[in-house]
């Protein structure tokens, strides 16, 4: 690939192209690298520029059923196979990640919080702290990760911004830093509250950056957190995602569920030097995890199959 260029995933101009942007291929690789290595929840996205490029959108893929969906190579960004990508819809418990992101942002994870009344007043999935107890940032991150705990969700966001309302503000800001063009946030646990919506697309490249991030990549790899309670009791958290362990390849990502949202999944997997990143959204059927496989599988073998190189399409 010298001389070539490395296509990362950008704003989409309709179902059937997207705007691509470009990192040159000399650096992509150690940059990459050295994203994925930090550990302190500093890693970013590369500044870039926009070009006209369109990109390949395979439309050959495995059947799957969700009604939205987005399978893209997660080192370049290229999209691999999607429908119904730019549609709005509830997203569940997978914007948790845009919620991770924000708490990142500010880093200072061995900072002390103590729990308030107000946070724990959520429903259904709660970690089951009490008002009083005092945790370190990072604890409630990676088992609000792992878990995916609502109670935790509220705890972090009144935590970075002193209240719910003024942390999605900040989950907005941080989504459209990310490109993200059809999203608006209003909680940082994705409980269904009417305006609050993503797309498969936009939900893609918070994966992209999440991905991208030490902290979250060793959170949601872990099929097992061990959280040490106030009390001093500890309580082993499994994580939410069915694919860890059932499937090699899965290192990661996040799960989702509501009754408005359907079934929910942000999922990837890697095999040698060939990583792959699936949004599903709108799922009505407990398969979601066997669509999952299928299409990663896929993907990977199709990125294999052609070496990993991305594949820049030029027509119309």
Known sequence: MTGAAVWSLASCTNQGGVRAIPVTSSNAQHLYAAAAAQGDGSASMV??????????????????????????????????????FETARAVASTQKLVTALVVLD???????????????????????????????RRELLYAFLVKSANDVANILARDNAGSISAFATKMNAKARSLGCSNTNFKNPHGLTVSGQYSTARDMARVAMAAYRNGVIRD????????????????????????????????NGMKTGYTVASGRCLISSAVSGSREVILVQLGTKTKYIWDDARIMMSWGLQRLRSRGGLAMVWSGN
């Open 106 to 136: 500010a880093g200072n994870l061995d900072k002390n919080v103590r729990v308030q009344s107000s946070d724990v007043a959520v429903e259904p999935t709660r970690l089951g702290v009490k008002p009083g107890e005092v945790y370190t």
């Open 219 to 250: 959170a949601v790899r872990r099929k097992y957190y061990t959280f040490h309670r106030a009390d001093g009791r500890t309580v082993v958290l499994e994580n939410t995602n069915d694919l860890l362990g059932a499937m090699p390849e899965c």
């Open 47 to 84: 500044p870039v520029m926009l070009p006209e490029q369109r990109m390949l959108v395979a439309t050959t893929g495995p059947s799957i059923r969700a009604a939205s969906y987005l399978l893209l190579d997660a080192r370049t960004g290229q999209h691999l196979a999607g429908r119904n």
